[in-house]
């Protein structure tokens, strides 16, 4: 991996932290071991995952569905068949991790920028109890004034939605003390994987 | 369980002076706005201490000065890129206007439930009394305005609404919603908060958010949270309305890059907000779920008679929150004693000028300060609050005081005349001897019992010393 991305993925993982995110820089080889193995940790049994060419590659689906009995990986939007709403667990079960991969991170301030579009629904990191991100590094900003002019400079019709995911669900409503959970992902992990 | 629910606090009808006398009083609301002015001050020092917070500071004033100044331009380039990217947009010229376009929508589209992300515009214009008049259901989700929704309060907070509450005072709120028990423990309130209001996220017909802005460049609408729930909201009901101040414009992505990071810096002391949800129309072709229909309200609601005048620079306000926390007045009263929406200085100076001039609570509220300027140290855009405060009390001051106005004049003529003023210092002179007793007046008479109430006058010079 090359120097300034080195600095780069270190920066993210930093200020992520601050906010009580997790993640690690991991490589090509190892991500679906450690997506399995992030999924363990936080107790996970059904999954929803973005349709995206970087999870194939990475085999980060049949990874999960490999760990232990009975764990459950969706792909958005077919899903075996199932509408969205039921597939982001709103009727039915609840989703317990969506999997995600952001189209660009930012350094600086530690944040994600997730773009909606056919294979990426606009909620899938918020109604699930945990977010795992899975980032190439080459995919990586150094400010958020870049990322931004980035997202929005190409020609034609601009991403109907970009998220920008940067802690945890949080909230200090109660006593202005910072609690997880709040409505979206008690737990953010963020895999950025080193370039081949 | 009790059942008991908190009593709206204070009582918003009566005079400022019993609200702010019995927010004083009240030990409970002191404790908690210490605790949350302490802990905004540590965040915020930190955060200060970690970036070139002075630069950014030139920088964002720059910018919503600038965008201030370019506003009828950027609005008209905003909205025509939201329906260039399938939105529908409507200006509201004041809350009547607002009010009706949403519950006429929400009619014509047969809705029954509204669930609501965190909009102090909706606040402005009472946009939760106005549905629920029009006979439906209307759900806040983030925690702290959900939480005084079911008490029925309104934020202390433009950014902690229920700041003033403590946990045990939040058990009991959310017992009585729910009817079930409930341990004092924040995570557990947490959970429960999320349970009850997913089942509201999954059945609502219409979400309504605010705008914390709108980028001209590309028509999209920021907003920015923490919870997840302003998410939930504009992406999971079948159509999202947005409500937006019409100040809230930038113009282009390098300008809202720098607005998106001093925000957090002020509001929370946190260099990125945990969620910002960028919103360009509708949902696309081929995509799967958001929502079918996006309708943005600009609202104006008095704001463009500010451009122009030597009070435009309360356009500029991003809604932080940083000078209610650095408020002395605040953080000892607390927000709800303004008995506005907006409290704390910018509330000072938003009410009157949103309001009117006419209204009590703008007669009052620009007076409540004492121009120390911590507001405008606090402020991440560089508002000169203490100098707005003095122009808005100038206003009040003209077109409300008439009574005062003509008893300061006849005091000018008096005192202007050495003959009346020896005068009225020798029957004052007189008056205080007979009222006071051993040198000292300890409860004057009509007026000046206010003053007495609180401090002894001296009745002879040199003064004698007080026993």
């Known amino acids: ?196 | 369980m009790s059942g008991r629910r908190p009593v709206v606090y204070p009582d918003t009808t009566a005079p400022l002076r019993d609200r702010t006398r019995e927010a004083l009083a009240d030990d409970s609301l002191a404790a908690n706005l210490r605790a949350a002015g302490a802990s905004w001050g540590t965040a915020r020092a930190r955060i200060s201490a970690e970036n070139p917070f002075a630069q950014m500071r030139d920088r964002a004033r720059e910018i919503r000065r600038g965008d201030i100044g370019d506003l009828p331009e950027l609005l008209d380039r905003l909205e025509e890129r939201v329906r260039a990217a399938g939105g529908v947009v409507t200006r509201a010229a004041d809350a009547d206007a607002a009010c009706r376009y949403i519950t006429d929508l929400a009619a014509a589209r047969g809705a029954t439930l509204v669930a609501k992300s965190k909009s102090m515009a909706t606040e402005e214009i009472k946009l939760n009394e106005a549905i629920e008049e029009s006979g439906l259901r209307v759900v806040e989700t983030d925690l702290g305005e959900w939480i005084l929704q079911l008490a029925g309060q309104h934020p202390s907070h433009i950014v902690a609404p229920a700041v003033h509450l403590n946990k045990e005072q939040v058990r009991q709120v959310l017992m009585a919603e729910s009817g079930w028990e409930l341990p004092t423990d924040r995570e557990a309130l947490v959970a429960h908060a999320r349970t009850r209001l997913r089942e509201v996220f999954a059945s609502a017909d219409i979400g309504i958010s605010g705008v914390n802005f709108g980028v001209a460049e590309t028509g999209t609408i920021c907003v920015v949270e923490n919870e997840g729930n302003a998410r939930l909201v504009t992406a999971l009901p079948r159509i999202h309305v947005a409500v937006m101040g019409m100040e809230r414009v930038v113009r282009d992505w390098d300008e809202a890059a720098h607005i998106l990071q001093i925000l957090p810096m002020a509001a929370i002391g946190d260099d990125a907000a945990g969620y910002v949800n960028l919103i360009t129309g509708p949902r696309a072709p081929g995509e799967a779920d958001g929502p079918e229909e996006l309708h943005l309200v600009i609202l104006d609601g008095g704001r463009s008679a500010l451009l122009g005048t030597d009070l435009e620079e309360a356009l500029d306000c991003i809604r932080c929150g940083a000078c209610l926390y650095s408020c002395p007045m605040w953080r000892s009263v607390g927000g709800q004693a303004y008995g506005s929406p907006y409290s704390g200085p910018i509330g000072s100076v938003l009410t009157p000028l949103l309001e009117g001039m006419e209204g009590e609570r703008s007669s009052e509220l620009p007076f409540m300060s004492s121009l120390c300027g911590s507001c405008h140290d606090a402020c991440p855009v560089g508002i000169p609050l203490h100098d707005l405060l003095v122009r808005v009390r100038a206003r009040v001051t003209t077109t409300a005081h008439r009574r005062d106005r003509a008893r300061f004049r006849l005091w000018s003529r008096a005192w202007s005349s050495p003959g009346a003023y020896r005068l009225s210092v020798a029957a004052a002179r007189i008056g205080l001897r007979l009222v006071g007793r051993r040198g000292w007046a300890r409860r004057l008479p009509g007026p000046g019992a206010e003053w007495t109430s609180q401090r002894d006058l001296p009745t002879r010079w040199p003064p004698t010393p007080p026993r």
């Open chain 1, 1 to 196: 991996m090359a120097a300034d991305t080195a600095a780069l993925s270190e920066g993210l993982l930093a200020a992520l932290a601050r906010r009580r995110a997790t993640g690690a820089v991991v490589d090509a080889a190892g991500a679906a071991g450690a997506a399995a193995a992030q999924a363990a940790q936080w107790g996970v049994t059904r999954s929803l995952l973005v349709d995206d060419p970087v999870l194939e590659d990475l085999a980060i689906g049949p990874g999960l569905a490999r760990d232990g009995d009975g764990h459950e990986v969706l792909v958005w939007p077919e899903g075996r068949g199932r509408g969205w709403r039921e597939l982001l667990g709103l009727e039915g079960p609840e989703l317990t991790m969506g999997v995600t991969v952001p189209r660009l991170g930012v350094a600086e301030r530690g944040t994600l920028v997730l773009e909606t579009g056919p294979g990426h629904g606009r909620s899938i990191d918020v109604v699930s109890m945990y977010h795992l991100a899975v980032l190439p590094a080459s995919r990586l900003r150094a400010t958020l004034g870049e990322a931004l002019v980035e997202t929005y400079a190409r020609d034609g019709r601009p991403p109907s939605a970009v998220s920008l995911v940067s802690a945890p669900s949080r909230t200090s409503d109660i006593e202005k003390i910072s609690t997880l959970g709040a409505h979206g992902a008690k737990g953010l992990h963020v895999l950025v994987v080193a370039d081949r």
